[in-house]
């Protein structure tokens, strides 16, 4: 089954220490997310990439990159975690055509991220 | 804006009881509607979604009506199961925003058995 796929499940770091997660799809979308979630409040956007174009929201840290080398994958990377970045991360997908009206986001399982 | 209020949680049923979680929408441009579902320690799932007034979304016994006349996307089933138990995520896009999506803050359902 075509899916988004994100690895690993559970990732736990050290106050400070830089950590990637990853995301993958099989799904041949243009357009990956990034999301950050806290205690099952409602996801808050980090970034996309529209294909190869990178679109940061204003008021995500510095702290958080991102990098898409192919159409199928795409990392997070936290430069330098602190507590309050513990939570779960989740990628989702779209498929974005020329004028399209209306895309359907995808998501992911999520990795959920734990600071010590 | 861009905006979603959904009724907050949590919401306490009993199997085969009838659910509602109403869904009300500020928007800027004819969005589209979503109802996403979230169980304990997964991501997102999209449950369904509508694109334009008047269309009706439904998938595993869930139905949600767009109504633009009252700006809503209340999501309905009839007979809710253990298994339901989640946080229901109601959310809209619109194009001229460039398609982000828009959450409600979720509402967390719990159903006993």
């Known amino acids: 089954d075509a899916m988004v796929i994100q690895n690993p499940r559970y990732q736990v770091t050290q106050f400070g220490k830089p950590v990637t997660l990853s995301c993958s799809q099989t799904?041949?979308?243009?357009?990956m997310y990034w999301y950050q979630q806290k205690s099952s409040q409602a996801p808050k956007l980090l970034f996309h990439?529209?294909?190869?174009?990178?679109?940061n929201e204003a008021d995500t840290p510095d702290n958080f990159q991102s990098r898409r080398p192919n159409t199928s994958f795409c990392f997070l990377d936290i430069r330098s975690p602190g507590l309050g970045d513990a939570a779960m991360y989740l990628c989702?997908?779209?498929?974005?055509?020329?004028?399209?009206?209306?895309?359907?986001?995808?998501f992911g399982p999520g990795t959920r991220l734990l600071v010590l | 804006g861009n905006s979603v209020t959904q009724m907050e949680g949590p919401v306490t049923l009993s199997e085969e009881a009838f659910l509602t979680i109403n869904c009300t929408y500020t928007?800027?441009?004819?969005?589209?509607l979503f109802w996403y579902v979230q169980y304990p320690g997964e991501g997102l799932q999209l449950l369904l979604k509508?694109?334009?007034?008047?269309d009706k979304g439904s998938n595993k016994g869930f139905e949600a009506t767009y109504r633009k006349e009252t700006t809503s996307f209340h999501l309905e089933k009839g007979s809710v199961q253990v298994s339901d138990s989640a946080v229901y995520f109601c959310?809209?896009?619109?194009?001229?925003?460039?398609?982000?999506?828009?959450f409600g803050g979720g509402t967390r359902v719990l159903v006993k058995p």
């Open positions: 989702a997908t779209s498929s974005r055509g020329q004028g399209a009206r209306q895309e359907t986001q995808y």
């Open positions: 799904l041949n979308h243009n357009v």
């Open positions: 990439y529209y294909d190869k174009d990178f679109n």
């Open positions: 928007a800027t441009g004819y969005p589209s």
């Open positions: 509508a694109t334009k007034a008047d």
């Open positions: 959310a809209l896009s619109v194009q001229a925003a460039g398609n982000k999506l828009t």
